[in-house]
T-cell receptor, first 110, second 113 residues
Framework: QKEVEQDPGPLSVPEGAIVSLNCTYS??????FMWYRQYSRKGPELLMY????GNKEDGRFTAQVDKSSKYISLFIRDSQPSDSATYLCAMSTLYDKVIFGPGTSLSVIP | DADVTQTPRNRITKTGKRIMLECSQT?????MYWYRQDPGLGLRLIYY???????NKGEISDGYSVSRQAQAKFSLSLESAIPNQTALYFC????????????FGPGTRLLVL
């Protein structure tokens, strides 16, 4: 079993839809949970970062962590064509290296 | 100017050739990383360095070597390239207090024939 699993998609939604992206993981020691966004032919960039369990909201984006289920989610409200990208979840323990999921490709159709 | 730069951006080479990918950063970060990205496999860590005197193997270090010439420079070498090293390579940096936030370069697209 991989440490971090993520549905690769591709996921295609109409503009304005609510998007749900998810990852599961096996290492219960993970404490830091991140979502990176990667546009085509670019390097990933950090979108959101959450410590331990709970929710975090930033504009149209909401990150949720459920440590009891080893499950994290990223919700995008009112999705825009500019949100079309690959979304990578990532996680780490304190002071250890970051483990990335394989990424989910998202297309938002105007 | 970009904070993390990589050279070259694209490279085609032949099996058995030695090749070096270079990474420079102006963020002043101590930690630097080399990843490769393959479709369906995501980002996999090759090597990482927490300071100039520290080098660590990552998940897939076989066939690769690195050199940390200075705080700002971290090079990745393929001693004898093989076709399954064809991939997109990324350099990244982070600081000691916030390793969860990694800053990535634009990537090097490598094709080994």
């Amino acid at each position: 079993q991989k440490e971090v699993e993520q549905d690769p998609g591709p996921l295609s939604v109409p503009e304005g839809a609510i998007v749900s992206l998810n990852c599961t993981y096996s290492n219960s020691a993970f404490q830091y949970f991140m979502w990176y966004r990667q546009y085509s032919r670019k390097g990933p960039e950090l979108l959101m970062y959450t410590y331990s369990s709970g929710n975090k909201e930033d504009g149209r984006f909401t990150a949720q962590v459920d440590k009891s289920s080893k499950y994290i989610s990223l919700f995008i409200r009112d999705s825009q064509p500019s949100d079309s990208a690959t979304y990578l979840c990532a996680m780490s323990t304190l002071y250890d290296k970051v483990i990335f999921g394989p990424g989910t490709s998202l297309s938002v159709i105007p | 100017d970009a904070d993390v730069t990589q050279t070259p951006r694209n490279r085609i080479t032949k099996t058995g050739k030695r090749i070096m990918l270079e990474c420079s950063q102006t963020k002043g970060h101590d930690r630097m990383y080399w990843y490769r990205q393959d479709p369906g496999l995501g980002l996999r860590l090759i090597y990482y360095s927490f300071d100039v005197k520290d080098i660590n193997k990552g998940e897939i270090s076989d066939g690769y070597s690195v050199s940390r010439q200075a705080q700002a420079k971290f090079s990745l070498s393929l001693e004898s390239a093989i076709p399954n090293q064809t991939a997109l390579y990324f350099c990244a940096t982070s600081d000691l207090a916030n390793q969860e936030t990694q800053y990535f370069g634009p990537g090097t697209r490598l094709l080994v024939l």
